[in-house]
């Protein structure tokens, strides 16, 4: 895309504006009856680049004598700056052999280009407002925004026109997707050191360039990071435009009020007193006045079970009724489509939105919204509340370019409330310093402690299938779990294994239905369900069933658990699985291996610690109903 670049001279200083349509600004500064006093004003490019005129805006500063300058100077300048831009950029060797690329620069400065027709004004302001409004709380590329705008019932007829004065009025911001280059040095004897351009809207680094039509530079910038939601270029359009704040309901009260965690507010949602006495502590952290240095962060550290998705209701309330917007934030799809009838239920009178990929719900304006991880790259300090559930689970664990999005959705007085039974290990020493709010869950629904793993020796999982022989401890094991009538997972390390494990363990307990799945099997959904029906009594699997997945009445053995795959959320996840139902609280969790790891020793400690706490605060059945 290119765009044309200006200087103003308005009151003490200069000014340098990139415009997507110059005649909007023509008449936003220089028509008669504007009101804004204007000592000076010089179109420098009518058709420049994005990437160069957005890089141009971003390092302008004022000079001592530009109030003398003539229009050779500005020439002069605009030429200079363009030149510390390639070096920064390395566009002077994409330039090489385009005939009249450098020596352009400048040639254009001056002129006075025809101002927008007075007859069509009128319009463009009410096409300005339509198009801030429906851009609020959002970042989008141009191909992004013209798509919400045709699912408006009469779009703006100039969309680029609309949005330049949208951005001279000050209600959204207009720069390239990609942020420009450093102009530093590190080390003289090292050279020019140049850094790859970021991405504006998912933070990573845009190393890919290729020859671009649209701006004429023969190695423009892109992203592959967020490819698959539109190619982010170093000439692409990103529109962002925050939130307004929020505005109480009739009647209630306007956020920083204090309130009484512990009355009606909680009642109606039929919690635990452990579930209570947690929402109880994220309402009045999110009812705390805002401290003025960014969103606040308040961790919900919840054992697996804990009943997670109806402690935020009183959450998401909380922030409905103060007139502001909510967003529940999940990695995985199949969770979204879950959660999305269950909130419909708990707020029937709540417009909600349902993102993920391929939602036809994507340019939705709603109160509440549920979406995968990856769709809050579409927004922009949009949400007074985020939910991010699962946070350690993948894609978002140790993924910057997710964080960065998470970071990015939040109003800047707004909340983050992070979910998990297993925090990385960064927030846990966060919350043991006291350095992040947070509250913990230590027990399940149905008031029994969780079941504590047992550590059994065993070879590895390869050296059984190599010498088709069954550790006689872990047959024993599993025997007790199926004449107990229990469903059995078993989880391995590698999806090679499976089949051939699965075999021996056929010849192993005949007469077993026995199955084995993975990411990779397109039948995994059926026979999950086979599972939870009974139909299937074993089922050998890997870390895609780690969470998300309850069978009642289940036992869980994790083989090879010794191995590094397994760190220590891995195995308080897999030993999650059992104990889950009210008919069988107990069930059994069996840690097999060759050895003993740190992972799993700080796994079961992890767990013994959540019952202590439970039962320190009278949360279990006393011991004589268990």
């Excluded at 450098?102 to 004004?121: I, K, S, T």
């Excluded at 096409?127 to 013209?146: H, N, Y």
């Excluded at 947070?438 to 010498?467: D, Q, Y």
């Excluded at 897999?574 to 291996?593: E, L």
């Amino acid at each position: 895309m290119k765009v044309a670049l200006y200087v103003c001279r308005v009151g003490e200083g200069w000014s340098m504006v990139l415009s997507l349509d110059i005649r909007v600004d023509v008449v936003w500064w220089l028509e008669e009856g504007s009101g804004r006093h204007v000592l000076r004003w010089l179109l420098l490019d009518k058709a420049l680049p994005l990437s160069q005129a957005s890089w141009l805006v971003e390092h302008f500063e004022m000079e001592r004598s530009m109030d003398q300058w003539g229009q050779r100077d500005w020439q002069s300048y605009l030429a200079r700056k363009l030149d510390v831009y390639e070096l920064a950029s390395g566009e002077t060797e994409a330039r090489k052999g385009i005939a009249g690329g450098v020596a352009a620069r400048g040639a254009l400065v001056g002129g006075m280009p025809e101002p927008y027709p007075a007859g069509q004004w009128a319009q463009l302001e009410r096409d300005a407002a339509l198009l801030a409004e429906r851009i609020s709380g959002r970042q989008l590329l141009a191909a992004e925004a013209e798509a919400l705008l045709a699912d408006t019932a009469q779009p703006p007829r100039e969309w680029r026109a609309a949005t330049q004065l949208a951005r001279l009025h000050g209600r959204l911001s207009i720069t390239a997707a990609l942020e420009g280059p450093a102009t530093r040095r590190r080390h003289a004897w090292l050279g020019r050191a140049r850094s790859a351009p970021r991405c504006h809207r998912c933070g990573s680094e845009a190393r890919q360039r290729v020859p671009c039509a649209a701006c004429g530079l023969a190695a423009c910038a892109y992203c592959e990071a967020c490819l698959a939601l539109g190619r982010s270029r170093a000439c692409a359009l990103l529109l962002r435009s925050a939130a307004q704040g929020a505005v109480p309901r009739r009647g209630e009260a306007p956020r920083g009020t204090a309130l009484a965690p512990t009355g009606g507010g909680l009642a109606r949602w039929g919690l635990s007193a452990a579930q209570s006495a947690a929402a109880a502590a994220a309402l009045a952290f999110l009812a705390r006045p805002p401290a003025g240095d960014g969103p606040g962060r308040f961790l919900l550290w919840a054992v697996t079970g804990a009943g997670k998705t109806e402690m935020i209701f009183p959450l998401l309330q909380h922030t409905l009724d103060r007139g502001g917007r909510a967003l529940v934030a999940t990695p995985r799809r199949d969770v979204v489509l879950e959660l999305a009838p269950r909130l419909a239920k708990a707020f029937p009178d709540t417009s909600l939105a349902t993102l993920y990929g391929g939602s036809d719900e994507r340019w939705k304006d709603a109160q509440l919204t549920l979406a995968t991880t990856h769709q809050l790259m579409r927004f922009y300090q949009g949400f007074d509340l985020v939910i991010i559930d699962e946070l350690d689970a993948f894609p978002y664990h140790n993924d910057p370019m997710l964080a960065h999005a998470a970071a990015s959705s939040c109003k800047p007085e707004g909340n983050f409330v992070y979910l998990s039974a297993t925090p990385p290990a960064r927030l846990q020493r966060e919350a043991a310093q006291g350095k992040l709010t947070h509250a913990k869950v230590p027990v399940r629904f149905h008031r029994h402690p969780l079941p504590v793993p047992r550590l059994i020796k065993m070879v590895t999982v390869a050296e059984c299938i190599k010498k088709r022989n069954f550790p006689s401890a872990l047959r024993t094991n599993i025997q007790i779990s199926l004449k107990r009538d229990a469903q059995v997972f078993v989880f391995v390390t590698r999806i090679a294994q499976i089949e051939a494990f699965v075999n021996l363990m056929r010849r192993t307990f005949p007469g077993i239905h026995i199955e084995g799945t993975s990411s990779q099997d397109p039948d995994r959904a059926s026979k999950v369900i086979a599972f939870r029906e009974r139909k299937i009594r074993l089922l050998v699997t890997t870390t895609i069933l780690e969470r998300g997945v309850t069978i009642p009445r289940s036992d869980v053995f994790i083989l090879d658990a010794d191995n590094g795959l397994f760190d220590e959320a891995s195995l308080v996840q897999m030993a999650g699985r059992a104990g889950r139902s009210m008919d069988d609280p107990t069930g059994r969790v069996v840690f097999a291996s060759s050895r003993r790891t740190r992972s799993q020793v700080k796994a079961v400690a992890q767990i013994r610690k959540m019952n202590t706490i439970a039962r320190r605060k009278g949360y279990l059945h006393p011991p004589s109903q268990t």
